[in-house]
């Protein structure tokens, strides 16, 4: 179980953005960090987050503010020009146990390069 309440500040991501581990990078500015997820589910497969502590979308949404929430979300559009995603792509945030977040620090899966299937399987 994850705790989504109280941002643990030694989650992954944070020493990802600390640079306490390792990372391949993608995108940076201001408002997100991007880079590779370790264990693709598709030909691009990326992670992007906010560079302050969000434990998830429900966190962010609520605490953030808007000037933050609009660079995020633009950071993101910003990110699929540069790759150039013209054929689309899927965007998902998990939240929780049921939706099965592992990363208790906010993050949205950028996947593309094939088609990516039906949202939802099993
Ligand atoms: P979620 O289940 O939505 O919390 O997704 C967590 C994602 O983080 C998974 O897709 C993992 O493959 C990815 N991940 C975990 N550790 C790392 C890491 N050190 N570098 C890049 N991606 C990671």
Do not use: W
């Not at 989650?11 to 590779?36: G, R, T």
């Not at 609520?62 to 933050?68: F, V």
């Not at 950071?75 to 699929?80: G, L, N, Q």
Request: hydrophobic content about 40%; charged content about 25%; aromatic content about 12%.
């Amino acid at each position: 179980m994850i705790d989504i309440e109280r941002y643990d500040p030694n989650n992954i991501f944070a020493k990802i953005l600390k640079k306490e581990i390792p990372s391949k990078i993608i995108f940076e500015n201001d408002f997100v960090y991007a880079f590779e997820d370790i264990n693709p589910q598709a030909p691009i497969h990326i992670l992007i987050i906010p560079k302050k502590p969000f434990c998830s979308f429900i966190d962010f949404s609520k605490k953030a503010d808007e000037k933050l929430i609009a660079g995020f979300f633009k950071s993101i559009t910003k990110i699929t020009e540069l790759l150039n995603l013209k054929d689309g792509y899927r965007l998902i945030t998990n939240v929780g146990n049921f939706g099965c977040q592992e990363v208790p620090h906010l993050h949205f899966h950028l996947l593309s390069g094939k088609n990516i299937g039906r949202i939802v399987s099993d």
